[in-house]
């Protein structure tokens, strides 16, 4: 476990708080940066959140733990193998799905970090990678708009919601392109924590949230070329 967690761990069980919920951000390389870090920011706040930044075999190129966002952010991860139970698991998108829709090592280990979570959030093309995993199979989905096309072509087995702006399902959500992943993510802050702990950190953030999953102003993008 990272320094800061072990750190607030230690606090949260010297105040006398029994858990404290560990969610894991999966990054890869041509990984969309605010699909990550929007929702970052939200979930970063929460009372007894601890954050992990990881990355599993097949996600870098280099095949080492740093790794590089569409617009050339390096981050240095934490290469896991497996999560504890209780984790969320948060999937951004990007151009770097369009790879790994088809990297087998990498979806396999995917798969095994799916199936122990206890939540599991992906953001615009994110969906893309779970879906190929085979948990989505017969589960609404939504994904980025302009690449739906795309999205729904790797794994029409999933019934891909061309209007939603996030789409919740027993543990799965699944959001629309970029920004949509900050909507959804207060969303599920909202249904974990309570509606007002979501609506202060929208507040703090000076972030208007969109808060209908069923809005979707950007449903028309559908209709373009994938992005």
């Not at 919740?168 to 920004?179: C, D, I, L, N, P």
């Amino acid at each position: 476990v990272e320094e800061s967690c072990l750190i607030h761990i230690k606090t949260l069980f010297s105040m006398g708080a029994m858990t404290t919920t560990s969610v894991y951000c999966l990054f890869f390389d041509g990984y969309e940066t605010l699909d990550a870090m929007g929702p970052i920011e939200f979930l970063h706040r929460v009372t007894d959140v601890c954050m992990r930044y990881i990355s599993v075999a097949g996600a870098s190129e280099n095949g080492g733990s740093s790794v590089k966002s569409a617009q050339g952010f390096t981050l240095k991860t934490e290469i896991v193998e497996s999560l504890p139970p209780g984790s969320i698991l948060l999937i951004p998108g990007g151009i770097g799905t369009r790879s790994l829709v088809m990297n087998n090592l990498f979806l396999q280990n995917l798969a095994k970090l799916v199936q122990q979570s206890q939540t599991c959030l992906t953001v615009c093309t994110g969906a893309a990678l779970l879906a190929a995993t085979g948990v989505l199979d017969g589960k609404p989905a939504t994904t980025n708009k302009r690449a739906f096309e795309w999205v729904r072509g790797t794994r029409p087995q999933v019934r891909w919601r061309q209007k939603a702006r996030w789409v919740s399902t027993e543990k799965f959500y699944t959001s629309s392109g970029v920004s949509a992943g900050m909507d959804m993510t207060l969303g599920f802050i909202a249904d974990q924590w309570g509606l007002e702990t979501a609506q202060e950190i929208a507040s703090r953030c000076e972030y208007l949230w969109q808060n209908d999953p069923d809005t979707d102003p950007f449903a028309h993008s559908a209709e373009f070329e994938s992005a």
